[in-house]
């Protein structure tokens, strides 16, 4: 079973606008990871925050995670049309497997 | 540095045959893993070998194994192939299992 829950499984918007996907996870975690996939390529990894963590920055991507809920959001702000993929949390189980959610398919209209 | 190499990048096999996917992980990188993505159950974990020993093992047949060399590259094998084997497998190397680098993958069909 997927550790990671993903939602919405679809999101379109136009460029400029703030794209927010959240990820809902299962077990304890000691961190949560957010990857991009463009096309059924190989995964590239955006960010990963701490279990301790409340938020992270990186250029315009924003990571919330608030553990009471089990739950991480990944913004996008000021979207371009590059932003075009689609979008993955993961986290390690018990076991050290990293588990991934389905995933969000982001379009970026221009 | 060399990002993780995956060979071959795409490839047609018949039901029956078997498959061996390769797999260079970045220099350094001891810990490799290997997915399956299908449409249909997503990002799934094969297993992940580190210093050539599996550590980790997913929900996969037996027909479905690994190695790894000293210089840490990675094979994996799949034989008696299935039509439902037709996937995008997915290679990716760390230092310790935290934040993992992927390959482009090797898309396999089967026919």
């Known amino acids: 079973s997927q550790q990671g829950e993903e939602d919405p499984q679809a999101l379109s918007i136009q460029e400029g606008e703030n794209a927010t996907m959240n990820c809902s996870y299962k077990?304890?975690?000691?961190?949560l990871q957010w990857y991009r996939q463009n096309s059924g390529r190989g995964l590239v990894h955006l960010i990963l925050?701490?279990?301790?963590?409340r938020e992270k920055h990186s250029g315009r991507l924003r990571v919330t995670l608030d553990t009471s809920k089990k739950s991480s959001s990944l913004l996008i702000t000021a979207s371009r049309a590059a932003d075009t993929a689609s979008y993955f949390c993961?986290?390690?189980?018990?076991?050290?497997?990293?588990?991934f959610g389905q995933g969000t398919e982001l379009s970026v209209k221009p | 540095k060399a990002g993780v190499t995956q060979t071959p990048r795409y490839l047609i096999k018949t039901r029956g045959q078997q498959v061996t996917l390769s797999c260079s992980p970045i220099?350094?990188?001891?810990?490799v893993s290997w997915y399956q993505q299908t449409p249909g159950q997503g990002l799934q974990f094969l297993f992940e070998?580190?210093?050539?020993?599996?550590?980790n093992k997913g929900n996969f047949p037996g027909r479905f194994s690994g190695r790894q060399f000293s210089n840490s590259r990675s094979e994996m094998n799949v034989s008696t192939l299935e039509l439902g084997d037709s996937a995008l497998y997915l290679c990716?190397?760390?230092?310790?299992?935290?934040?993992?680098?992927f390959g482009s993958g090797t898309r396999l069909t089967v026919v």
């Open positions: 070998y580190f210093s050539e020993t599996q550590r």
């Open positions: 925050i701490r279990s301790n963590e």
């Open positions: 993961a986290t390690h189980n018990q076991g050290g497997k990293l588990i």
């Open positions: 220099s350094g990188h001891r810990s």
């Open positions: 990716a190397s760390s230092l310790g299992g935290r934040e993992e680098v």
């Open positions: 077990t304890s975690i000691n961190n």
